[in-house]
């Protein structure tokens, strides 16, 4: 791997000297970072601890102590990251520009610290239109309307955080916004099953998904938007009795953003609703309804919804933000199943036992040239219960985690 990267390095140079002639531009940019982080009760988390979701629920031992209610620290630099981005060439009448974007945090928390792909894409702009075909961020994620928070989260899981391979269409709507669709699969935010998260639900499938948006700017500083999605999964192709099965899964997402702008400051809201939100790092997924005589399941949907708000400070050289998000379980569309000793038959979800999550806190942020300090804090509380035949949580008990965090960036 080594030996592949320096080659890689040394061409360089040479693969510039081809493109003056086409006055292609090769840009090399990113970030370097370092953060540390102290979390007051142990928490649901990823890529080292970095990536917050909820705090655990209670773990009592034999004299009755909770085992999470401890605290820990994490230090990382995964975040850092590498773009090269390409632009001044056309093809077929269109302006084309491609970004390679990767950083290390991996797509599992066994690989944290290895090279990941975050993006990968080509662009072709017609003026009007515009196609992009390649790994970007899943429509749900809206580039324009996002929790700008410190942590590398994006807000999950009150926020959706997913990038997926994808055929987008795009219409400028002019200084008015645009409207697009795309067809997706998924790759690093995956749909989870039978197996454990993987790609395969969706591949088996062999229906893309489908997703659509629009944003449109009513005022200097006033937008709206939506977005709509439909995806489909096919969980298992050999039934329990060990005969073929095309059982499929259909599951709606959809959520609508409003940003305001001033000079000095900006405003994010944004409300989520769907059904099987697993791939978005959200609560939610689906499970058993019903199995038939020939040994085929049916599936139903856990359904979720979440709201949340971000407000931040754009002038100056110290910057301020205050986020907040809440997230709430639906429950399923249809009682799920159960086995002669009351189990579920099969439950595949992020959160199954929570009612709710909220989260809220301010943020910090200091800039000199090109590079930022800052400080966060976040507390974060998760009610865990008993989960119900219709997939509702009762009984729930809060708990509760607080974290403080410190970031420093370096951009390049």
């Not at 399923?332 to 159960?338: V, Y």
């Not at 219960?385 to 420093?408: C, M, P």
């Amino acid at each position: 791997m080594k030996k592949v990267f320096l080659m890689f390095l040394g061409l360089l140079p040479f693969v510039g000297m081809a493109q003056k002639a086409d006055e292609v531009k090769v840009k090399l940019s990113g970030l370097v970072t370092g953060e540390a982080i102290y979390d007051s009760r142990v928490s649901v988390t990823a890529r080292e601890g970095d990536v917050l979701l909820y705090p655990k629920n209670e773990d009592l031992d034999i004299y009755g102590d909770d085992l999470n209610d401890r605290s820990e620290l994490y230090m990382t630099t995964i975040h850092s990251r590498i773009n090269i981005g390409v632009s001044g060439f056309e093809a077929f009448g269109a302006k084309g520009t491609a970004c390679v974007q990767g950083d290390f945090a991996s797509t599992a928390n066994d690989y944290t610290g290895l090279f990941r792909l975050r993006h990968a894409y080509v662009k072709l702009d017609w003026g009007k239109d515009e196609l992009l075909l390649g790994k970007y961020w899943h429509p749900m994620f809206v580039t324009s309307c996002y929790p700008d928070v410190l942590a590398w989260n994006a807000g999950i899981p009150f926020n959706v955080l997913a990038r997926a391979p994808q055929i987008k269409y795009t219409r400028d709507l002019g200084d008015k916004g645009y409207v697009f669709i795309a067809a997706l699969s998924e790759m690093d935010a995956k749909s989870t099953g039978p197996n454990g998260a993987s790609v395969e639900y969706v591949q088996q499938a062999g229906i893309p998904e489908f997703s659509g948006q629009i944003k449109y700017d009513f005022a200097k500083g006033f937008t709206l938007g939506a977005t709509a999605g439909y995806k489909f999964l096919k969980p298992l192709t050999e039934n329990s009795l060990g005969a073929k099965t095309d059982e499929l899964l259909s599951c709606y997402q959809m959520n609508a953003w409003m940003t305001l702008k001033s000079d000095k400051v900006v405003w994010n809201l944004q409300t989520i609703y769907g059904q099987n939100m697993y791939n978005f790092v959200m609560l939610g997924g689906y499970g058993v309804k019903n199995v038939k005589g020939n040994g085929d399941y049916e599936y139903t949907n856990i359904k979720t919804s979440s709201i949340w708000s971000d407000v931040h400070t754009t002038t100056g050289n110290i910057h301020y933000g205050l986020f907040a998000g809440y997230t709430k379980n639906l429950g399923a569309d249809d009682d799920l199943a159960t086995d002669t000793d009351g189990d579920f038959v099969g439950l595949y979800s992020r959160g199954g036992d929570i009612d709710y999550v909220y989260q809220f806190g301010p943020r910090i942020e200091i800039y000199s040239g090109k590079c930022m300090v800052g400080a966060q804090v976040l507390y974060t509380a998760a009610a865990y219960g008993d989960t119900k035949v219709d997939g509702t949580v009762a009984n729930s008990e809060e708990f509760s985690s607080t974290r403080s965090s410190i970031y420093l960036r370096y951009s390049f």
